[in-house]
T-cell receptor, first 115, second 111 residues
Framework: DAGVIQSPRHEVTEMGQEVTLRCKPI?????LFWYRQTMMRGLELLIY????????DSGMPEDRFSAKMPNASFSTLKIQPSEPRDSAVYFC?????????????FGPGTRLTVL | GQQVMQIPQYQHVQEGEDFTTYCNSS?????IQWYKQRPGGHPVFLIQ?????EVKKQKRLTFQFGEAKKNSSLHITATQTTDVGTYFC???????????FGKGTLLTVNP
């Protein structure tokens, strides 16, 4: 398996633009997580899905952020409109009941810069 | 809401010295996981602890879960330069099943 795939790896955009981050989880995993990492705030859980259904979105900063999981192999995190304070590394992670553990496998991340 | 405090924030050691990072949760945890993130990389799973008082070892790494399932520690014996990175704990709360990561401990090792 290729692991968790995220695209793009780097994104530079201007304030006010829409940004869409994409994630392909590991096949067979039933949990998918979106995280944001900054120096100031550390690693923050934004939202997670179980079997494509959003379970907890309390970490989503505000209405400008939205996440979808239309099927088991694809998820998006959208920011509209983007602001400079959204600059961060966004990680997607997936998890499944392997050996009784829900170990999270992280993707390589998308480094977002909003100018 | 649930908080997971991790200390210290930074730790610099000489190669061969020991290292410990501590994790404390404001709520009881169903389990706790530890991850390591190398500079410029992504978090990688190290271990999961589930039982009260559980101790697990991975070579030079020793992980403990407190009796009350509200705290945990990671101890590295005789650090090596390959141990450099940020170590995170992540706890699942029993009450509301929320996952919270600690802010991590950045370990640097002087060869």
């Amino acid at each position: 398996d290729a692991g968790v795939i995220q695209s793009p790896r780097h994104e530079v955009t201007e304030m006010g633009q829409e940004v869409t981050l994409r994630c392909k989880p590991i096949s067979g995993h039933d949990y998918l997580f979106w995280y944001r990492q900054t120096m100031m705030r550390g690693l923050e859980l934004l939202i997670y899905f179980n079997n494509n259904v959003p379970i907890d979105d309390s970490g989503m900063p505000e209405d400008r952020f939205s996440a979808k999981m239309p099927n088991a192999s694809f998820s998006t995190l959208k920011i509209q409109p983007s602001e400079p304070r959204d600059s961060a590394v966004y990680f997607c992670a997936s998890s499944g009941r392997d050996r009784g553990l829900y170990e999270q496998f992280f993707g390589p991340g998308t480094r977002l810069t909003v100018l | 809401g649930q908080q997971v405090m991790q200390i210290p924030q930074y730790q610099h050691v000489q190669e061969g010295e020991d290292f410990t990072t501590y994790c404390n949760s404001s709520t009881t945890l169903s389990n706790i996981q530890w991850y390591k993130q190398r500079p410029g990389g992504h978090p990688v799973f190290l271990i999961q602890l589930v039982k009260s008082g559980e101790v697990k070892k991975q070579k030079r790494l020793t992980f403990q879960f407190g009796e009350a399932k509200k705290n945990s520690s990671l101890h590295i014996t005789a650090t090596q330069t390959t141990d450099v990175g940020t170590y995170f704990c992540a706890g699942w709360s029993v009450s509301n099943y929320k996952l919270t990561f600690g802010k991590g401990t950045l370990l640097t090792v002087n060869p």
